[in-house]
């Protein structure tokens, strides 16, 4: 019994660490069409150039890159990177890149109350909520947290699965991209 249990943990652990078998976007896929619930946080549509209380779509951003955060509300990892995309956040409007490069979280999962709760607290960009996971499921179920930056168009030019190692590097792979 105990070595089944061990066997059951270590395919459990495999599983969740192979991006292959999460389906995750790739750099150079275009991500699926989708439509955004409107922003629980009142003034969120408003830093994205959107109007308020109403569905989005990517597209409608805005500006011409986006960083999208995939997160969980209760996700260990999540609020442990918040600060970082703080930092990131602060940095890109000081280099004034913040007119070519918008952050966007999407709560896998996420209520609305729940987005509002974090929001608030860990994240001080706009985080959509993804109650029904129907989001999170066109964009392949990937693992959190989830950090895609993507074109207008919706092509993917960067991912990484997981909590970003250097986020000075981050910063210059953006600044390459966005040209």
Known sequence: MRYMLRATIALAIVLYCTPVLAGQPQV???????????LAVQGDATLL????????????????????EIIGVYCPLCHAMAPSLTRLCKRLKKARLDDRVSLLGIAAGGTSMEVQHIRGKDYIFPVAHDTE???????????TPFTMLVDREGTILYTYLGIIPDFDA?????????K
């Open 133 to 143: 996971y129907d989001i999170y499921g066109k964009l392949g179920d990937p693992k």
């Open 170 to 178: 981050f910063f210059r792979e953006i600044q390459a991209l966005v």
């Open 28 to 38: 150079g896929d275009t991500i699926p069409d989708f439509t955004i619930a409107p």
């Open 49 to 68: 150039g959107l109007e308020e209380n109403r569905p989005f779509k990517l597209g409608d951003i805005q500006t011409p890159y986006v960083i999208i």
